[in-house]
């Protein structure tokens, strides 16, 4: 007895790690930058460049980025800044990786801390957390109908499931344009800046997924007057853009994963010639899951007329959507400035990144704790060397709902920092507003026995036989119409005419009147 079957398309992660790289270097300056006297504010970036695979080990080639805002050392003190690379050669272990792997890789920069050993040499430490995992794609064929067979009656059960429709991995290009304000002088020299995406809605459309935010730029520069003062200028750009996707609809639950790659900010000439333009680019390296939800009609039981038919099974894990969520928490909190000398005049700019530390299944429900990090460049009353820096993380704790939760779901959590205030509570204190955006997708998996192939015997004549033609039966616990009918050699249909049954529920205790189809 052959089954025509579906196929149901599933992912999981086969294999994951986390390794963590310790940076302890020094850094001697490039002759052509200045020498360093005073460290205003650092960041940094990790870049992925090879991943090569062999049995069980990923080794992980790539660069730690860091750049400097400082105060040059000298007569002329003016603000310049540097950038460096630390190289990567980080060799991870995963359970069961082959070559024909793909080995998904999430950097993190935990710490870094830059000190002055002297005017031509820094020292950088750093903490670098990488998270490496294997995603496979796994066929679940399901029976759906019986090929080729006629006269013969089957039960079936109803399950909502998901699966992947779609998985792929894209790059989406942000480009804007940014004026500078007639009030301010013209663009020479880029000395610091921050691209930023906030707010990102990436949603899956016909053919297409669709994406909209704001691209946060700020750029501090100089006008190339050494008498003049720096000038900066901060803007949220909205932006729509979207990438081809193949097969996508409107209906599809989208898990897509965006990860910030190269940013670049470029000084170009507006129509009258005059470089007042600031040309900004962002690049969201897209991994792409989508899933379609439906209802299937399985198979789980075959009765022949003339065949004695026994159902094999096997334990099969079947996902269902169990809940879609997107959750905002609210952070408040003050800074207190240590400023010895002078007032704080104006905050110039404010950056955060958000990061996860733990997570846990709680009732109903999804914990997360974390931090945000925090930095800010401000100006203090000093015409001299105004530009300073404050570092500072907040702490949150916040519960996305989740109703139904268990040890047998999945969950894909993405976290992103919405919104960012920071104004001056008085001239020693920053009052600090955030929003972060927490959202999560939560999969139900279900072990089901699932009908994999039905074996088939002639019928036991004598056992037919032995049966009486009529018989009153009663209804026991767990029983169906269905199981009953083929216990008792006849059909639902019949059961249901010789006791009016109106539908096929029936109750424990209920007496039923049976008559035997099959004759010998």
């Not at 999981?12 to 986390?18: H, I």
């Not at 002329?76 to 998904?104: A, F, N």
Request: contains cysteine; aromatic residues 6%.
């Amino acid at each position: 007895m052959d089954f025509v079957k579906k196929i149901l398309h599933q992912i999981s992660r086969k294999s994951e790690a986390v390794s963590q790289i310790t940076f302890d270097e020094d850094y001697n300056v490039p002759d052509a930058r200045p020498d360093v006297g005073r460290m205003i504010q650092k960041k940094g970036e990790v870049t992925i460049g090879d991943v090569q695979i062999s049995e069980g080990k990923a080794r992980v080639f790539g660069g730690l980025t860091f750049h400097l805002l400082y105060v040059s050392d000298g007569e002329r003190r003016r603000i310049c800044q540097l950038s460096g690379e630390l190289p990567i050669d980080e060799t991870i272990h995963l359970d069961g990786l082959t070559g024909g792997d793909k080995v998904c890789i999430t950097w993190e920069v935990e710490d870094l801390n830059m000190h002055l050993i002297n005017s031509r040499k820094l020292g950088v430490r750093a903490i670098v957390t990488l998270h490496a995992w294997i995603e496979e794609l796994c066929d679940l064929a399901v029976p759906m109908e019986i090929r080729g067979e006629s006269d013969v009656a089957v039960k079936r059960q109803e399950y909502r499931v998901v699966e992947l429709a779609v998985q792929k991995k894209d790059v989406l290009r942000v480009k804007k344009e940014l004026t500078i304000p007639s009030g301010k002088p013209e663009l020479h020299e880029i000395l610091w800046q921050d691209l930023e995406v906030r707010g990102l809605d990436l949603r899956s459309e016909e053919g297409r997924v669709s994406a909209q935010g704001e691209l946060f730029v700020f750029c501090l520069y100089s006008d190339g007057e050494e008498d003049h003062p720096l000038q900066w200028v901060e803007q949220a750009l909205p932006f729509q853009a979207e990438v081809e996707c193949q097969g996508c609809i409107s209906e599809m639950i989208p898990r897509i994963e965006s990860t910030l790659g190269q940013t670049t900010l470029e000084i170009q000439p507006d129509s009258d010639g005059e470089e007042r333009v600031l040309q900004a680019e962002a690049v969201l390296e897209l991994d792409i899951c989508l899933y379609q939800e439906e209802t299937v009609s399985l198979l789980q039981d075959v009765y022949h007329p003339h065949r004695e038919c026994i159902p094999k099974v096997q334990e099969e894990t079947l996902e269902s959507l169990l809940i879609r969520n997107s959750s905002k928490c609210r952070l408040t909190d003050k800074l207190q400035m240590r400023v010895p000398k002078n007032k704080i005049l104006q905050i110039c700019h404010s950056q955060g990144e958000v990061k996860v530390d733990k997570t846990q299944i709680v009732s109903d429900g999804i914990q997360v704790d974390g931090i945000l990090r925090l930095k800010v460049l401000y100006i203090v009353g000093n015409d001299d060397m105004p530009f300073y820096s404050a570092e500072t993380v907040i702490p949150f704790s916040h519960t996305v709902e989740a109703k139904g939760i268990s040890k047998d779901s999945v969950y894909y959590l993405h976290t992103e920092l919405e919104q960012l205030s920071t104004t001056m509570a008085d001239s020693n204190e920053l009052e600090i507003r955030a929003m972060l955006g927490v959202n999560v997708l939560v999969i139900q998996c279900s072990e089901e026995f699932i009908l994999d192939k039905m074996e088939e015997h002639p019928l036991d004549q004598e056992k037919i036989r032995s049966m009486p033609g009529i018989t009153v039966y009663i209804v026991q616990p767990e029983d169906t119409l269905w199981d009953i009918a083929k216990r008792f050699y006849t059909t639902t249909e019949e059961i249901s005419s010789m006791n009016a049954l109106e539908n096929e529920e029936i109750s424990s205790g209920t007496p039923l009147l049976l008559v035997k189809k099959v004759e010998e």
